[in-house]
């Protein structure tokens, strides 16, 4: 049997295009290691490579609340998101020329814990670009958390330098693991990008350390503000806000009034300012968290997000529900239809009421800085955790 010339021409091209289909999938096969499971909501990874997007926080749409501190060598980090059926992966990013290695958390927000065999390629190849915490070889480490971006007319979701090489503020913390030999180094870098977005209406804010000092991040008025004379805490409200500000007038330096408590020495905050009460306990236990990473973590276990529906916490967290009309200068009973319809939802424990679920912990890392590990505890169990080195 013969075959035309033409013939023969399309079948080499087609097997061609197949070959390159299966060599592109066996190189990006080869990129990362396969999710191995830890728990049930906790996976490793180990990649070799990824291909770098900076717009990649596009596509996340949910918020998020989270605490952060920094004390001595250690570093802690809540991240607070709804109580869904949702993995998250320990991911090791070796180093290459140009990128410093590291180890952080990162989750695919759409994506659930019993999926994670049906996740497509192209997402688990992607997944550093979603890294929510980390520190890099270098010992800087770097998390995000929420503010309230309407507080700002939302000005901060746009651009903060016009002109220089865009970054979504999802990629940030990616950004600076990959290329920091220092916090300040850091700094310097997120002053040449021009940083848009944030998560949903909410806007982001970063705090960056290493063992000499520690910078709160923050996007105000369409300017990269950088402090690292702050109290080393971070909860959801704008830290770098001076006397200065035209939001000032919303509250005095001292003695600010939230939800019907005066919490005395507190960065300026603005109307829907949360996390609140987590900021002053993690202010008044601060040392705690500079004695161990066992410290840190007990320190961090202080605002693990659940007791914001328990009726016994003292004071009672009003800032976490300053959302739509309510705000820090609304009465404490200005708030209880919200709570307890909250409240009433914490009680049934089911992960599938989307998308007004209560919120947890996902996740509490403990950083250290000196020695570039990570201790995590998940979804709010503080009775084992995982170590983690980055060798």
């Known amino acids: 049997m013969t075959i035309s010339k033409k013939a023969f021409r399309l079948f080499l091209t087609a097997l061609m295009a197949f070959s390159f ?12 290691t396969a999710p191995k499971k830890l728990d049930n909501y906790l996976y490793y990874m180990e990649y070799t490579d990824y291909p770098v997007d900076l717009s990649t926080g596009e596509q996340v749409k949910t918020g998020f609340a989270c605490s ?48 994670v065999d049906k996740v497509s390629e192209s997402q688990l190849l992607a997944l550093p670009n979603l890294t929510f915490d980390g520190i890099n070889e270098n010992g800087v480490a770097m998390n995000c958390n929420v503010c309230p971006a309407v507080d700002l007319d939302f000005a901060t979701l746009r651009s903060t330098n016009y002109g220089k090489p ?46 000499k000092e520690t910078y709160i991040i923050e996007c105000i008025d369409g300017e990269l503000v950088a402090r690292n004379d702050t109290d080393k805490i971070m909860t959801n409200f704008y830290v770098n806000y001076g006397s200065y500000s ?3 007038k919303f509250a005095a330096q001292k003695g600010q009034t939230a939800a019907g408590k005066t919490y005395e020495n507190f960065p300026v905050l603005t109307p829907h300012a949360c996390g609140v009460e987590r900021y002053a306990i993690l202010k008044e236990h601060y040392a705690e968290g500079g004695e161990s990473a066992e410290g840190m973590a007990r320190l961090m276990e202080r605002v693990k997000y659940t007791q914001a529906y328990e009726s016994d916490t003292n004071p009672f967290w009003y800032t976490e529900f300053t959302d739509g009309n309510l705000t820090i200068a609304s009465a404490p009973m ?58």
């Open 21 to 32: 289909a299966v060599c592109v999938s066996a190189a990006q096969a080869a990129s990362f």
């Open 68 to 115: 952060a501190v920094r004390n001595g060598n250690f570093y802690g980090r809540n991240l607070d998101l709804d109580y869904a059926d949702v993995p998250e992966f320990v991911i090791k990013v070796a180093a290459k020329e140009g990128r410093y290695a590291s180890i952080g958390l990162a989750a695919i927000l759409t994506l659930k814990s019993n999926e």
């Open 246 to 248: 035209r939001y000032s």
């Open 166 to 211: 865009r970054i979504h503020a999802v990629s940030v913390v990616r950004y600076v693991l990959d290329h920091a030999t220092s916090a300040a180094h850091g700094v310097e870098l997120l002053k040449n990008m021009d940083i848009y977005g944030g998560y949903g209406t909410w806007g982001l804010h970063w705090m960056l350390s290493d063992e």
């Open 334 to 391: 200005d708030f209880t239809p919200v709570i307890q319809a909250c409240i009433d939802t914490y009680k049934m424990h089911d992960r599938n009421i989307q998308p007004n679920n209560f919120w947890q912990t996902w996740h509490t890392a403990v950083y250290d800085l000196a020695n570039r590990t990570l201790r995590l505890n998940i979804q709010e169990d503080y009775s084992r955790h995982y170590d983690f080195k980055l060798d």
